[in-house]
């Protein structure tokens, strides 16, 4: 059994996989980071939308008027809903990108630009800036994804 | 370390993983589609969400007419948000049925119906057709996840 | 071609690996049941958003009156996106952890306590138990996921 575990592990040995978990690990963090920017806007916004979370501010009326839309926390939701949208198929055609056998140098340079673009993405929704900056980063993003799909295409096309 | 890449790699050799691959990225580069088209709809309809994307229409009350719901946009947007709920399991219960060691034509059976129902879903919601055509296209591809689950639970089981 | 499949599919009889997959597999279903439970809301409740879901109970106005919005469907609903926003960077974060050559055990503990901690964050959200039960599940899940992105980072970091 233990020759097989060392050789699975391997994987991680691999430079372009280990470029592949970087990266993902990062952006996957950078998505979970907007949960904790939700709860920041919700807490400081005081808009909540389940009745349970405004039961420290009292029984009845006083409680009730919490539970409202805020736009800041709205806008917080959409950006964490398109790093959904976008950072899923990055993570999964990323990963079928990483074991189709790239070069180091090319799959350096889609990992960084994706992320680069996703960093962006969030400023550009939160802050906001003027479009099309978010439009831009989206779309570089978008196309990064794209041509990994490309590449898994035609290497693993198994229809 | 040259050696262990070249083992690392050759996971895309394996058919199962290569018929995976094609059917993960095909499903993948459909659900990403949704943005393009809630964009279409967006634009066409002039229904957007952010202020910043109505600065192009003029200032103050003239721009601020087209942040607003739009029926066509929304229902592009839950076509896009049921995709996530769906292929999200489908790409992560794949990759570990890919790996369990199924026949190759039990794969590729799995693998095409779930392609096949999730483009019959988008079709559905979006012409749309009468129930209950969206709810089994739905349902199949339900399955096909369900089904893959079981065999990864039964070659896998390990808690 | 057939010693290659038979390498590729070795990963499964990892130990580490396959616990991943038992854990992955659990914690997607259950996110999956969401789906079962949003559709038993809405048929119970009588509360659909899309018109043609609304076809069986007549036409015109006696079926447009089902076009709502319901509270326990929409807690279902926001159940179901906390499990998207939460289960992804787990399926991610963790395929890379368990690649990453953690001890069994370490590992066991891990998928263990996040996977309870979802189990826990879905009762605490639909019974709903007053905060911060669900505030402290959707914590512990987070931070297992945190401290695998940690070991991943740490072991694999090329940036």
């Known amino acids: 059994r233990r020759g097989e575990m060392a050789k699975s592990t ?3 040995d691999n ?3 280990r470029a592949y978990a970087t990266y993902t690990a990062i952006v996957l963090l950078k ?4 949960s904790l920017i939700t709860a920041y806007f919700r807490i400081t916004r005081k808009a909540f939308v389940n009745p349970e ?3 420290s501010f009292g029984k009845g009326e006083s409680a ?5 839309t805020d736009a800041d926390v709205e806008r917080v939701r959409r950006g964490h809903l398109n790093d959904l949208e976008n950072i899923v198929p990055f993570v999964g055609i990323g ?3 990483a074991l ?3 070069e180091l140098s090319t799959a ?3 990992f960084r630009i994706f992320t680069g673009a996703r960093i962006l993405h969030t400023f550009a929704y939160l802050i906001p800036l003027p479009q099309p900056g978010r439009g831009l980063s989206w779309a570089v993003g978008y196309s990064v994804t794209f041509s990994m799909a490309y590449k898994v295409l035609k290497t693993a096309w198994l229809l």
């Open 10 to 12: 391997q994987l991680i």
């Open 15 to 17: 430079e372009v996989f």
């Open 31 to 34: 998505m979970m980071l907007m």
């Open 53 to 55: 979370d405004t039961a």
């Open 64 to 68: 009730k008027k919490y539970l409202r």
């Open 95 to 97: 990963l079928l990108y």
């Open 100 to 102: 189709s056998g790239p």
């Open 108 to 110: 350096l340079l889609h």
